[in-house]
């Protein structure tokens, strides 16, 4: 994915293992070179990890290769090089999104391609 417009304190990622709007986790990455892992539960929002800056994360509008590998509770998180794990049993399967999102008034736009999607047994 890649920023092509906008701010760059922004939130850009991958929504996973979601089971309605309401109830998903979420591995974003910003602009400013930072991520954060994020479970949502009834429409509230814990951060599993804060924001942290990182020099995995490419900044500006360089791109950025996202990668979530799960395997029951636990999740690795990739971009290019290993980030991070979390453990969390709240959700295992679910569906997947693109997540964009601007923390001003104006408009972030994103571009994402190559998405590939595999199911381990």
């Known amino acids: 994915m890649r920023k092509v417009a906008g701010p760059d ?3 850009q990622g991958i929504a996973f293992r979601i089971q309605d709007y309401k109830n998903y986790y979420s591995f974003n990455v910003s602009s400013t070179g930072q991520y954060r892992i994020v479970k949502v539960v009834d429409n509230e929002w814990t951060n599993l990890v804060d924001w942290l800056f990182a020099p995995e994360i490419n900044t500006g509008e360089e791109v950025n290769h996202l990668r979530v590998v799960c395997k ?3 999740c690795s998180f990739y971009n290019g ?4 794990d979390t453990e969390d049993t709240a959700f295992t399967p679910g569906d997947i999104a693109l997540w964009v999102g601007s923390y001003d008034d104006v408009p972030v736009t994103v571009r994402f391609d ?5 199911l381990f047994d």
Request: net charge positive.
């Open 114 to 118: 190559n998405v590939r999607v595999w």
């Open 81 to 84: 090089a290993h980030l991070t």
């Open 9 to 11: 304190v922004n939130s």
């Open 72 to 74: 029951g509770p636990l």
